[in-house]
């Protein structure tokens, strides 16, 4: 009998060793800052395919491009649009190949990758960097994103890194509202009493790069600005740029830095995107607005006459794939007031899913995109920026999402199918599981997919200086010609 009673007593105790360590499965990663080691009773039976999975996917991304393009075709169309021949083509392919001595896909990201025909594919931006005080007007680059970006993350530091070199003040284009508003440090503004139209919410054909635009809801709605930098501590703007796309008979009441003198203006009526001046230096600025009706607004710039200017155009939630739907007219428009000569996409946080690892439907639709991004801006340059690291939790420790290298891939071949350069932001954040590093030198947040600002800087130190060594390739070929 005491036989039978010990051996039950054995059994339960194994029952409940086993739901111990069962349980131990689903505690956190870490406790009070601890590491704590995940137990899986079945780990020594499972497939790792994860590890496959990124073993794998890197090789995919160090083999050669496989993909057919009609290297004829885009050569004579590049001889007929930019006016350049094939003796010249030929110097700029040799050239190219001398200065980096490969070919291959970079995967450091540490020099942009040109997949235009004779290398021409920031020819328009390193021109207008080159022609200085004499083209008129600042340098422009629309840096449009997701929430990656949002608060300035990033493009405050590219922003400052660019100025630094090339001249230029101002945060450049701020929006009327943002959910970012209250967390970006380069400037505050926030808007009181606009209705927020967004290109993730209508189906209207009536956007531009911001995706957002602002229609009065009551009939005295007001703009407030802080200009003062805390971050990258631009110098206080000496005037205001109202940007809109509609106006029928409004007026502004301005008061600047909290003094009791008030100023009225008359905006131009318009039906077309417009940019108008208010003149005078300042810091605080509260703008009330009246007669509103017809007006439809976008934003405010801040801005030097030359040197560079960036442009965020962030909007939380955007995969990339609606920016075929922006309104190429209002586009180009858009242009004539703010001509841009690089347009920045970075895109891809709101597509990567764990359980997809075949993205060619995305890359179908960015094929699309790039098109008409090149109608809407048919002088600006189109750099696209790969998708950054990712991670989740396998086994109690934060990897990499595989499929963050399945769509890597799919847009590097975008790029390379319509002829427009690439830059590997994985690849220069540190590769597969750098955002794990990030996170643990607080250089991104604990979700394990957005940066902090001291990663934002990081990042776009590497982008800064694989466009400096892109320039010294058209440096050497204008030295070649001469």
């Not at 209705?195 to 005295?220: K, V, Y």
Request: aromatic share 10%.
């Amino acid at each position: 009998m005491g036989d039978k009673s010990g051996l039950g007593r054995l059994v339960a105790l194994l029952f409940l060793t086993m739901l111990f360590c069962a349980g131990m499965y689903f505690l956190p990663a870490s406790v009070l800052g601890y590491k704590i080691k995940r137990v899986d009773l079945l780990s020594d039976f499972k497939v790792e395919e994860k590890a496959l999975s990124l073993d794998s996917l890197r090789l995919m991304l160090e083999e050669p491009d496989t993909i057919q393009v009609d290297s004829a075709l885009i050569r004579d169309s590049l001889q007929r649009v930019a006016g350049i021949d094939s003796a010249m083509l030929a110097l700029r392919d040799s050239l190219y190949q001398t200065l980096y001595a490969a070919r291959e896909a970079d995967s450091l990201g540490k020099r942009v990758e040109d997949y235009s025909l004779g290398h021409i594919g920031l020819r328009h931006f390193f021109s207008a960097i080159k022609q200085g005080e004499t083209l008129g007007r600042p340098v422009r680059v629309a840096f449009l994103g997701d929430s990656f970006i949002e608060g300035d993350i990033l493009v405050a530091d590219l922003r400052a890194a660019l100025q630094q070199v090339f001249g230029g003040e101002g945060v450049g284009f701020v929006p009327v509202n943002s959910v970012a508003a209250k967390f970006r440090p380069t400037v505050k503004q926030e808007g009181e009493g606009w209705q927020t139209i967004s290109m993730l919410d209508s189906a209207q054909n009536i956007f531009t790069p911001s995706g957002m635009l602002f229609l009065p809801e009551g009939e005295r709605p007001e703009i407030r600005i802080d200009a003062q930098d805390t971050y990258t501590k631009q110098p206080l703007p000496d005037a205001l740029k109202l940007l809109y796309a509609r106006n029928g008979h409004a007026r502004i009441c301005r008061v600047m830095d909290t003094q009791a003198d008030t100023s009225f203006f008359e905006l131009p009526p318009s039906d077309r995107i417009t940019e108008y001046r208010l003149n005078g230096s300042f810091q605080k600025m509260t703008l009330g607005f009246s007669e509103v009706e017809g007006l439809e607004m976008l934003g405010t710039v801040m801005e030097s006459e030359s040197g560079i200017i960036v442009d965020n155009y962030s909007l939380r939630g955007n995969s990339g794939m609606v920016l075929d739907r922006l309104d190429s007219a209002r586009c180009r428009q858009l242009n004539e007031v703010r001509p841009y000569d690089l347009v920045i996409m970075q895109y891809g946080l709101n597509v990567v899913n764990d359980t997809i690892m075949n993205y060619g439907w995305y890359g179908s639709r960015m094929r699309k995109v790039v098109h008409h991004v090149k109608a809407c801006f048919p002088e600006a340059d189109l750099l696209m920026v790969g998708v950054s690291d990712r991670s989740r939790m396998v086994n109690g420790q934060f990897e990499t999402i595989p499929a963050v290298l399945s769509l890597l891939y799919t847009q590097r071949q975008v790029a390379r199918q319509t002829g427009i350069v690439f830059w590997n932001l994985f690849g220069a954040m540190g590769g597969v599981n750098s955002m794990t590093r990030y996170v643990e030198k607080n250089w991104a947040g604990k979700d394990y997919t957005h940066l902090g600002f001291r990663g934002g800087k990081e990042i776009a130190k590497a982008l800064f200086d694989a466009l400096l060594l892109e320039k010294e390739f058209y440096d050497e070929v204008d030295k070649q010609l001469e």
